[in-house]
C-alpha cells in the first residue's frame, strides 16, 4: 500500500502563490503518472496537472501557464507551484501517484489518492 502525504496549503490572497508537495512512501513498485487533481464545493473533481514518468506534463485549461508541476523520481516526490493565484482556485488539492507494478512483461498500474491539502484564495 501507498501512503501520499500533501502539504502546502493554506490562506492566500488573490494574485498570491503557494507551493503545493506531496510526498509518497510506503509499498512502492514503480511510480508512473504522478499529478494534482482538485476539487471545489459544488463541482466536480478536475485534473490540474499531471506528469508521466517520460515527464509528459498535462495541465488543465484553467492553469493558463500559472502553475508548475514538477517531481523528484529518486525522493517519490511531487510539487505543484501556483502563481496569480484567483478565488475560482479555491479548493482541496489531491495529490494522485500511480504505482505500477510488474507481473514478468504485464504492467498493472494502480493509483493511490492523498487526503488533500485545503487552497483557500481570498482578500
Known amino acids: 500500500q501507498v501512503q501520499l502525504v500533501e502539504s502546502g496549503g493554506g490562506l492566500v490572497q488573490p494574485g498570491g502563490s503557494l507551493r503545493l508537495s506531496c510526498e509518497a512512501s510506503?509499498?512502492?513498485?514503480?511510480?508512473?503518472?504522478m499529478g494534482w487533481y482538485r476539487q471545489a464545493p459544488g463541482k466536480d473533481r478536475e485534473m490540474v496537472a499531471t506528469?508521466?514518468?517520460?515527464?509528459?506534463?498535462r495541465y488543465g485549461d484553467f492553469v493558463n501557464g500559472r502553475f508548475t508541476i514538477s517531481r523528484d523520481n529518486n525522493k517519490n516526490t511531487a510539487a505543484l507551484e501556483m502563481n496569480s493565484l484567483r478565488s475560482e482556485d479555491s479548493a482541496v488539492y489531491y495529490c494522485?501517484?500511480?504505482?505500477?507494478?510488474?507481473?514478468?512483461?504485464?504492467?498493472?498500474?494502480?493509483?493511490?489518492w492523498g487526503q488533500g491539502t485545503q487552497v483557500t484564495v481570498s482578500s
Open positions: 494522485v501517484v500511480e504505482n505500477v507494478r510488474l507481473y514478468g512483461s504485464v504492467a498493472a498500474p494502480i493509483d493511490h
Open positions: 506528469m508521466t514518468m517520460g515527464r509528459t506534463i
Open positions: 510506503g509499498r512502492i513498485f514503480t511510480i508512473g503518472t
